[in-house]
Antibody
Framework: EVQLLESGGGLVQPGVSLRLSCAAS????????MGWVRQAPGKGLEWVSA????????YYADSVKGRFTISRDNSKNTVYLQMNSLRVEDTAVYYC??????????????WGQGTLVTVSS | EIVLTQSPATLSLSPGERATLSCRAS??????LAWYQQRPGQAPRLLIY???NRATGIPARFSGSGSGTDFTLTISSLEPEDFALYYC?????????FGQGTRLEIK
């Protein structure tokens, strides 16, 4: 059974950093690209970042480029999202998603339960 | 960035009825479109990928069609658990983008 468990969310002030983690199990982790999708309160969905199965390719939405960094540790079956210079508009539930392929198949076929990041002074 | 426009914004139907949801893209996607269901307080669930392929475990009452810029999600006979929010999403270009959603509510 595929399971994705996010952690690391919380309440932070603007300008600080936070690192989200997503521990995966139930599939061959290194064979699949992974992504982070966020949903602001009461709003729609936004793909924030993705990383290929090998970790050699990374992708970012313009809204987070230069501030967020995605990485993965295939030995630990974990994907990370390092979020720097957080802004109020980054407030959202952040979902970890497994994609359907090793790269560029940007459909989330399994999702974690989400972790809430609140950026407020 | 590719813009996806879903219609209608809200669809009011009764259990047992047929639901037809639409998604229009600002440029051709070939078949690279998915549909998701999201219930309150839950993560999205993949229903359909590449326009017409049902994801693992998705009931046969869900079907998708279309190509290019116009796509449709059809639910043949609504069950009580189908009343939720539905999103389309394209993977033709990075970044993947979602439509604004269609809320399927009980009439």
């Amino acid at each position: 059974e595929v399971q994705l468990l996010e952690s690391g969310g919380g309440l932070v002030q603007p300008g600080v950093s936070l690192r989200l983690s997503c521990a995966a199990s139930g599939f061959t982790f290194s064979s699949y690209a992974m992504g982070w999708v966020r949903q602001a309160p009461g709003k729609g969905l936004e793909w924030v970042s993705a990383i290929s199965g090998s970790g050699g390719s990374t992708y970012y939405a313009d809204s987070v480029k230069g501030r967020f960094t995605i990485s993965r540790d295939n030995s630990k079956n974990t994907v990370y999202l390092q979020m720097n210079s957080l802004r109020v508009e980054d407030t959202a539930v952040y979902y970890c998603a497994k994609t359907r392929g090793s790269s560029s198949s940007w459909y989330g076929d399994y999702w974690g339960q989400g972790t809430l990041v609140t950026v407020s002074s | 960035e590719i813009v996806l426009t879903q219609s209608p914004a809200t669809l009011s139907l009764s259990p047992g009825e047929r639901a037809t949801l639409s998604c229009r893209a600002s440029q051709s996607l070939s078949i690279y479109l998915a549909w998701y269901q999201q219930r309150p307080g839950q993560a999205p669930r993949l229903l359909i990928y590449d326009a017409s392929n049902r994801a693992t475990g998705i009931p046969a009452r869900f079907s998708g069609s279309g190509s290019g810029t116009d796509f449709t999600l059809t639910i043949s006979s609504l069950e009580p658990e189908d009343f939720a929010l539905y999103y389309c999403q394209q993977r033709s270009n990075w970044p993947p983008t979602f439509g604004q959603g269609t809320r399927l509510e009980i009439k």
